[in-house]
């Protein structure tokens, strides 16, 4: 009797996990449940749906996940990220959506963070495209422009302080400092990464195609 009341209860429990596991992957892979980035929304009273890269992340909780409308160029520059999100463009093709960060700004995006950036192209006219001070950020499939000029020379699309003596937040300091690069196209600026911190450019992979270059590498720690 013992033995039949296990495998019932065993039963239960296994059915229990799945449909509570089956459910976690839909909120976590729903498009429908993400946070959005809509320009042109002429509802933003809807739930989830924001005009601006900043506020999107401003509203975020931490593990949320970002999708940028294509089509246009959104804004994006010096916005600090110091929770772990996912920005995701919306296009089938990164080019489709564009993170412009003007003159006189010192990055499109900030990262303190452990983050993750997909299809998405960050334009920065003069500066870097992505700062990383803290924390592991994975970019994949994007695309990385320094727009060419007289002072190309202080453009740099990824820079990396992590590890040096900026001070970060106890609230958002993580372990394992470390930049991650795959499958992105990287254009203009003085070189591709700057780090002055302790960590250093490593296991560079590169793609020669037909009209760009395809990179890929890590920068993490000696």
Known sequence: MSYICILVASIFFCYCFSVYYVRWCYLACHPRLWLRVEQSAKDLSEPGVFPSIEKAVSAARPGDTILIAAGGRHLASNIQINKPLCLIGGGELPDETTLLCS??????LEFISTCKLANLTVKAELGCCLLHKSGRLTIDSCILQCEASPLDYLSCPIISTAGGNEVVSSAVKT???????????????????????????????????R??????????SQ
């Open 175 to 209: 372990k394992g400092n470390r930049v991650s690069v795959s499958q992105t196209r990287i254009e203009g600026g003085a070189k591709a990464v700057l780090t002055s911190g302790d960590l250093t450019l490593q296991q560079v992979r590169v793609i020669y195609a």
């Open 211 to 220: 009209t760009s270059v395809y990179f890929w590498f890590d920068v993490d």
């Open 103 to 108: 003159r006189g700004s010192d990055s499109a």
